[in-house]
């Protein structure tokens, strides 16, 4: 689960690291009051979970009113890298001198976590990783023990930060750290830890990530669980309600499957075929009829889609069910929107494939003939 910049601010504020002053708005006069509470000047954040909003034009400083209402009404509602912006964050601007970077994040190659310090902060910290890697320092910590204070420190000295805020630095390290252990972190980041004039640092932006499975032991997380899944994102907002494994991808064949590995499979040999894929979408065991329609659904609101296979592997789920399922959905149509094709296998197979009704669906007999007919479906009509 993904926090929202707001969400993660919060979490941080309360572990003590210092935030700016912020208030969280969903209209253009909540925005400016807001402002005018703060004081000018703010800035004012679209709450999307996407980096680089900065450059995408969905962060603003303004100085006035005037400019506090302009930027509210200019990003409140934009489309940013996909994702429709339903609210602002706006927070006192920081006077700053420099931007660190400093985070925790899983080594999987090493098996423990590291703690990572830049004074390359700001950007996109995986572009200094490629360009620069010797600009940010890293630090491994034995997660039976924590994170020594030595260990912070180092990391500190490492990266170079101005030994005048080397303490504050370190000690923001450590508690990001310790929000990690404890909130069963994935992520935790601040990009950029920005440093004052007068040697203050404080977090102008916020990350934080956590493993979805462990929310049953953090009540506190979970009551932001809702809010967090809320990202704009329409069709993953679909996929929550309908309780699907979804992702969107940026191709226009339509994926819909059984099973995580089986799906990844059918994207493989997509790509294989030379197509794209446009989704992950598990509809897991069991899927019953109003399933199978509720993924047709979401696979056709994407309007990238120009075609759709299916690749069902009958275990618990059956054959005859999903036919039932694709069968109802589609008979819903005056026109099927797109081009459907299926490949049915494993229990109930030969069922289901008498009961698909094939004026509605192409139907083939093996994953690579029914993956390679999506694939070209799809080109005919990107033609
Ligand atoms: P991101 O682009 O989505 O990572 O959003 P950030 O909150 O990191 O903001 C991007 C950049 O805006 C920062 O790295 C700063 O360079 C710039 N910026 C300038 N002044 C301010 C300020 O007062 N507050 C914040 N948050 N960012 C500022
Ligand atoms: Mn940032």
Do not use: C
């Not at 912020?22 to 009051?33: C, F, N, W, Y």
């Not at 703690?115 to 572009?127: F, L, P, Q, R, Y």
């Not at 390290?173 to 404080?202: F, H, R």
Request: hydrophobic content about 40%; proline content about 3%.
């Amino acid at each position: 689960m993904k926090l929202h910049e707001y969400q993660a601010k919060g979490v941080f504020a309360d572990a003590g690291i210092p935030t700016p002053d912020s208030q969280l708005a969903s209209d253009v006069d909540g925005a400016v009051a807001a402002a005018e509470e703060i004081g000018y000047p703010v800035a004012i954040k679209a709450q999307v979970q996407v980096g680089g909003r900065g450059k995408a034009g969905g962060i603003k400083l303004v100085d006035d009113e005037d400019e506090a209402r302009e930027a509210a009404d200019a990003i409140l509602g934009m489309d940013l890298k996909g994702y429709h912006v339903d609210s602002v964050l706006v927070e006192g601007a920081v006077d700053f001198t420099d931007e660190l970077y400093v985070g925790i994040t899983m080594d999987r190659g090493e098996g423990k976590p590291v703690a990572m310090v830049s004074t390359k902060g700001g950007v996109d910290i995986e572009e200094v990783a490629e360009e620069d890697p010797d600009a940010i320092a890293q630090e491994h910590v034995d997660p039976s023990f924590g994170m020594h204070p030595y260990q912070a420190r180092k990391a500190v000295y490492d990266a170079g930060v101005d030994p005048a805020v080397a303490r504050d630095v370190s000690n923001v390290l450590m508690t990001l750290y310790d929000l990690w252990e404890q909130k069963d972190g994935s992520d935790a980041e601040i990009n950029p830890l920005m440093v004052t004039a007068d040697d203050e640092v404080i977090a102008a932006d916020a990350v934080m990530n956590v493993d979805e499975d462990a929310l049953f032991r953090q009540p506190e997380l979970a009551e932001m669980e809702a809010e967090a899944a809320s990202t704009g994102d329409d069709l993953e907002q679909k996929a929550d309600e309908y309780g699907f494994d979804y992702v969107r991808l940026e191709g226009n064949t339509g994926i819909i499957g059984n099973g995580a590995g089986l799906v990844m499979t059918t994207l493989d040999l997509v790509d294989y075929y030379g197509g794209e894929p446009a989704n992950f979408l598990d509809v897991g065991g069991g899927a019953k009829a109003d399933r199978i329609a509720n993924a047709l659904d979401m696979v056709f609101s994407d309007d990238n889609v120009e075609s759709v296979v299916f690749n069902i592997f009958g275990g618990i789920t059956r054959g005859d069910e999903v036919a039932k399922g694709i069968n109802e959905a589609l008979e819903q149509f005056d026109e099927i929107p797109k081009p459907v094709v299926v490949r049915l296998a494993g229990t109930n197979w030969e069922e289901g494939m008498e009961i698909l009704n094939e004026d509605l669906v192409t139907v083939e007999q093996t994953l690579e003939d029914a993956v390679q007919r999506a694939v070209e479906y799809a080109e005919e009509v990107s033609e």
